[in-house]
């Protein structure tokens, strides 16, 4: 008799069903074969009584600091514990029960709808002078040669922008950007490029964003998260999809001195906000991107806390977008060049890969294929 350890597998129900279980115990046992963790915070003492009783009786728990029980406080803060199966019964109790337990059911239930996606490589390719990496600006002619060679080396998508948004970079008027990305997306358009992968305009300029979907891009990439509700209008007219990132404040100002009390729930906020927001022009959930936008306005800290919870926002059912591709948190964490940090861009893609996100912004195409190749392979391995 032999007995060894094993990793929480992904496809919990192929390692029961090769067991030979029965049918109905695979779908009873893969869901106690992984324990989650959510932390609720300032909740009132009453609501965390009933919770607890609740989450014992269901063979869960509720984590609660000392005095609980007394109401020495008004509010505390816990950590729920459970698996799925257990989670989810929980979740239809409490919308039954007083002190706002009911929204911890919704949310609780929201959690618990987690979907996959196919992992896709969004290629990069900036039309302007000022980019924080030198390797990602080209010209023209120069331009669709490189957005050629991502498609081969296996870009699904292919980012193009004519305005940098690095840290303190300045705005350009419409006309000025619109006469950089013309000519590339004039010979995309020309080249039928567009049907060998999706292209993505990253602006946030009506005039740009209009004519880039006019020439069959389908996906607006807006850092500023459709702060101008006429580009998501744009995208409901063209059929296009939608990537709502987070920024703090502008470019020019995102980086003197961001702060945030929590930055996960402020993200998740301003994702709740926006996708209401799309929700009422007719930009469903399965037409948005989110992306929590690492280094738009944030601290090391704040980037690393993001990257370690991304998973936490995959209970809005959107695809998740990762860009940290040689970004300056990297030379933060190991000082580097930025022409130094695609092994730190690698390890931070993959992680986020494996804590929700599905599509990877990056410059380097064809690294990120192999790397991420090899990364499906592992997790997709079963013991012989």
């Keep these: 008799m032999k007995i060894f350890r094993i990793d929480t597998p992904a496809e919990k129900e192929k390692l029961l069903e090769r067991l030979e279980c029965d049918k109905s115990g695979v779908a009873i046992m893969s869901k106690k074969m992984q324990t989650l963790l959510f932390v609720i915070e300032d909740m009132p003492s009453g609501a965390a009584n009933i919770l607890k009783q609740d989450a014992l009786a269901l063979g869960a728990d509720l984590a609660v600091p000392a005095g609980v029980v007394s109401c020495k406080k008004s509010r505390y803060d816990a950590i729920l514990m459970g698996t799925p199966r257990q989670l989810a019964r929980l979740a239809k109790k409490e919308m039954a029960q007083p002190f706002g337990l009911k929204e911890i059911g919704r949310s609780l239930k929201d959690f618990l709808k987690e979907k996959r996606f196919e992992t896709k490589i969004m290629g990069v390719v900036n039309a302007n002078d000022d980019s924080f990496y030198p390797g990602s600006r080209y010209k023209e002619d120069a331009a669709v040669e490189r957005i050629v060679r991502?498609?081969?080396?296996?870009?699904?998508?292919?980012?193009?922008?004519?305005?940098?948004?690095?840290?303190?970079?300045?705005?350009?008027?419409?006309?000025?950007?619109?006469?950089?990305?013309?000519?590339?997306?004039?010979?995309?358009?020309?080249?039928?490029?567009?049907?060998?992968?999706?292209?993505?305009?990253?602006?946030?300029?009506?005039?740009?964003?209009?004519?880039?979907l006019e020439h069959g891009f389908s996906i607006v990439n807006d850092i500023t998260g459709m702060a101008n509700i006429s580009l998501g209008e744009m995208a409901v007219k063209y059929g296009a999809s939608y990537v709502i990132m987070h920024?703090?404040?502008?470019?020019?100002?995102?980086?003197?001195?961001?702060?945030?009390?929590?930055?996960?729930?402020?993200?998740?906020?301003?994702?709740?906000?926006?996708?209401?927001?799309?929700?009422?022009?007719?930009?469903?959930?399965?037409?948005?991107?989110?992306?929590?936008?690492?280094?738009?306005?944030?601290?090391?800290?704040?980037?690393?806390?993001?990257?370690?919870?991304?998973?936490?926002?995959?209970?809005?059912?959107?695809?998740?977008?990762?860009?940290?591709?040689?970004?300056?948190?990297?030379?933060?964490?190991?000082?580097?060049?930025?022409?130094?940090?695609?092994?730190?861009?690698?390890?931070?893609?993959?992680?986020?890969?494996?804590?929700?996100?599905?599509?990877?912004?990056?410059?380097?195409?064809?690294?990120?294929?192999?790397?991420?190749?090899?990364?499906?392979?592992?997790?997709?391995?079963?013991?012989?």
Excluded at 167 to 174: H, I, Q
Excluded at 288 to 304: A, T
Excluded at 314 to 319: A, N
Excluded at 347 to 374: M, P, T
């Design 150 to 212: 991502m498609v081969e080396e296996g870009a699904a998508i292919v980012d193009v922008g004519g305005v940098s948004s690095r840290p303190g970079s300045e705005p350009v008027d419409a006309e000025e950007e619109l006469a950089r990305i013309t000519p590339i997306v004039k010979t995309i358009y020309r080249e039928n490029l567009t049907s060998k992968a999706r292209f993505s305009i990253d602006s946030y300029t009506p005039e740009v964003v209009s004519f880039a």
């Design 247 to 384: 920024m703090k404040g502008t470019p020019e100002t995102m980086q003197k001195n961001p702060r945030y009390d929590n930055v996960v729930i402020e993200v998740d906020r301003f994702f709740k906000e926006r996708l209401e927001r799309a929700e009422e022009i007719g930009l469903g959930s399965d037409k948005v991107i989110l992306d929590v936008g690492i280094g738009f306005g944030k601290r090391l800290q704040d980037n690393l806390v993001l990257l370690k919870h991304m998973r936490h926002f995959t209970h809005f059912g959107c695809e998740m977008l990762i860009g940290a591709s040689r970004k300056s948190l990297i030379d933060a964490i190991d000082p580097a060049p930025v022409e130094a940090r695609l092994p730190g861009t690698l390890a931070i893609h993959l992680e986020a890969l494996d804590r929700g996100a599905s599509i990877v912004r990056c410059h380097d195409v064809a690294e990120h294929r192999q790397a991420i190749a090899v990364f499906e392979a592992i997790e997709s391995s079963e013991i012989p």
